[in-house]
């Protein structure tokens, strides 16, 4: 689905995974990507709730916990988000039911709901995916069990800015051109 | 220095100069220094039917849409803090393009996150619109707000508007508590 130039531009968009215990314990996260080559992940589940991380003032997005766990994306900042995704894992590390609904909401209300339909398996899925495409969001449902670390989902959905300390935490750059990366030959 | 209006105040823009086809406006603020967050402020143009609604959303030119439809209103980017000299933020109108569906540009400001922030126009100073004949930069108009806006979250600065085959300025400067939204609704746009 295509959100407008408005409903992209104004207010809040968020993403709530709506389950009940019997899914086991699912925990959302979302990988993004800004138009300045920062990308990284938050994770409520892990302590990282800021895009840009450490950037608490004005983070672009939010990932936290109500009574279910979201991700909120600030469409202030749109102009400065290029993509993201939106993918689910297991907090406790058991395998996951899966189940429930991923819901979109836009500010003003409108809804767009994701029948999370999985099989059963200790997997990451990336739910959905968002790209700003020209001031419009454009928001595709995925439910793509990819992977079993979310590591390999970020990368299976192109995500290779992101280096990693392990299978589950980004390196947090502050300037993405002073990325030295290096490749060692094998 | 063009015409210095008063709230409510309209000034013919055609008369004042008679082979105009394209202005600028230009909007500006000072805001208050305290702790906290910067204030960011943001200009916006919605084109109006003659019901004073929006022609189509896409007529509602803000920082994620800065064109209209057919390009004859066009907003010249962001100035998130406010900080410098001249204009905050300029809005461009090629009047001789604006379609006859058209029966005004309203113009309005409105702050960022204002609830969250809490912040108000009763922290702004300084606020102007302006109205600039784009051939030679020459000021046609001007109203400087000097409401004591406590509450409000966004305010109509001023409106370009036809009138008997001329096109006119109006001083406006009506507050609004509801933020950006709240001013997009209310001219019919979808917010949705």
């Known amino acids: 689905m295509t959100l407008t130039r408005v409903q992209s531009g104004v207010g809040t968009l968020t993403f709530e995974a709506v389950v009940t215990a019997a899914a086991g314990d699912l925990r959302l996260g979302c990988a993004y990507q800004l138009r300045s080559g920062r990308a990284s992940t938050v994770q409520h589940h892990a302590g990282r709730r800021y895009a840009p991380a450490a950037e608490t003032r004005r ?23 290029e993509r993201f995704v939106v993918y689910g894992f297991a907090g406790n590390g058991q395998p996951l039911q899966w189940g429930g609904t991923l819901i979109a909401t836009t500010f003003g209300g409108d809804r767009i709901e994701m029948p999370i339909d999985l099989a059963p398996a200790p997997a990451v899925a990336v739910l959905a995916s968002v790209y700003n495409i020209r001031g419009e969001l454009v928001i595709r449902t995925e439910m793509d069990l990819i992977g079993t670390t979310v590591r390999e989902a970020c990368r299976g959905y192109g995500f290779d800015r992101i280096s990693w300390v392990d299978d589950t935490t980004p390196i947090d750059r502050t300037h993405a051109r002073d990325q030295r990366r290096v490749r060692s030959r094998r | 220095m063009g015409v210095s209006l008063s709230k409510g105040g309209n000034v013919s823009l055609t008369k ?89 540009i309203v113009v309005t400001v409105s702050i ?81």
């Open chain 1, 59 to 81: 983070p672009v997005i939010v990932a936290n916990r109500q009574q279910y766990e979201r991700i909120a994306v600030d469409l202030r900042q749109v102009t400065e988000l």
């Open chain 2, 112 to 192: 960022y996150d204002a609830e969250s922030r809490r912040q108000s126009f009763g922290q702004v100073r300084n606020a102007y619109i302006r109205v600039i004949n784009l051939a030679n930069d020459v000021e046609l108009a001007r109203y400087d707000l000097t409401e004591d806006a406590s509450v409000e979250t966004a305010m109509v600065f001023g409106e370009v508007y036809r009138h008997s085959g001329e096109w006119k300025f109006r001083a406006i400067g009506q507050g609004y508590a509801s933020g950006l939204a709240g001013i997009a609704r209310d001219f019919g746009v979808n917010v949705g």
């Open chain 2, 16 to 104: 004042a100069a008679p082979n105009l086809t394209s202005i600028a406006v230009g909007l500006g603020w000072d805001v208050r220094s305290t702790a906290g967050d910067d204030f960011d402020l943001d200009a916006s143009a919605l084109a109006l039917n003659d019901n004073h609604k929006i022609i189509s959303d896409d007529w509602f030119v803000f920082f994620n849409n800065l064109k209209s439809p057919d390009g004859s209103i066009e907003h010249q980017g962001d100035n998130l803090t406010g900080e410098g000299e001249g204009d905050d933020e300029v809005i461009n109108v090629d009047l001789k393009s604006v379609p006859p569906q058209v029966s005004s």
